[in-house]
């Protein structure tokens, strides 16, 4: 039988080592292993790449310890607005949602948008009205009210009134407001894809959108290079291209999976200030997960056995 693969993350940079506890851990690590368990069942069983990322994320989503689906983060109306993209590797087909609320698992509507409809980008209302349209799930309010989200807001929100009061000097350390889930996947068929979703960035204003519904930015996949799935400040993600600037590395300069990720997130990101990192994989079953965060919740399992999951840097 062929090799398959999958990896994924659950965002970069969300908790400081320091506010780390045995519980909390064990908990972010009960939820990628499902994760991984949920795209590994598929891939086994020889099932598409893309069948994979789409159960993967869903787990993550419907996970509230991750930033995405349930667990989203709030706006700063006090609101929920989800991201999500995904593209199959095989025929450069994509997905992708933004703005949208009261989805359960946004990842389903950014592939209904890529396998049907006529257009690879939705937001807002229009969006939602195609979600009923294809019958997909939708949730209550209530669903994606995580207090620890909340208070997470109030916390952002004060922060940003004691920088405009010019009341903080020196040492003060802003509040991380990221978060997200993503996953890519080699199948026996050879072919690879990738999804991410989110709630996007806490406190986030004006209909913000960042990079994880952004086909290139925060999700590409080409069976002829890689499969990418970042996490991180989304507009710097943005402005580096960095899913299909990963891709065109290993396509127009011949470098490895290893090399291009290499360069973007530990060059390119870290020269304009750009943190997170994402997850990798390509046709031949290389996996690579850098991050240039202080940690980064991370997992990948291939066919041979190997498996492995993480948050900070080993
Ligand atoms: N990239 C996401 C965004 O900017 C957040 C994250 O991954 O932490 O919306």
Sequence with gaps: MSQFAIAIHGGAGAIPRSGMTTEKE?????????????GNTILSSGGSALDAVEAAVKKLEDDPAFNAGRGAVFTNKGTI?????????????????TGIKNIKNPVSLARAVMEKSEHVFLSGLGAMEFAEKMQLEFAPDEY????????????????????LDHAVTGNNNPPSKKGTVGAVAL???????????????TNKKFGRVGDSPVIGAGTYANNATCAI???????FFIRSVVAHDISCLMEYKGLTLKEACDNVVYQKLVKIGGEGG???IDAKGNIEMPFNSEGM??????????????IYPD
Excluded: P, W
């Design 144 to 163: 994606f009210f995580i207090q620890e989200r909340y208070d997470q807001l109030l916390v952002a929100k004060e922060y940003d009134k004691v920088i």
């Design 297 to 310: 919740f991370r997992g990948m399992k291939k066919s041979n056995g190997e498996m492995y999951v993480g």
């Design 26 to 38: 064990a908990e972010y690590r009960k939820g990628l292993e499902e994760a991984l368990l949920a």
């Design 187 to 201: 199948d026996i068929h050879g072919n690879i894809a990738a999804a991410t979703s989110t709630g996007g960035m």
């Design 229 to 235: 799935s970042c996490t991180g400040h989304g507009e």
């Design 81 to 97: 607005e989800l991201d999500s993209s995904i593209m199959d590797g095989k025929n450069l087909m994509a997905g992708a949602v």
């Design 278 to 280: 994402l997850v990798a």
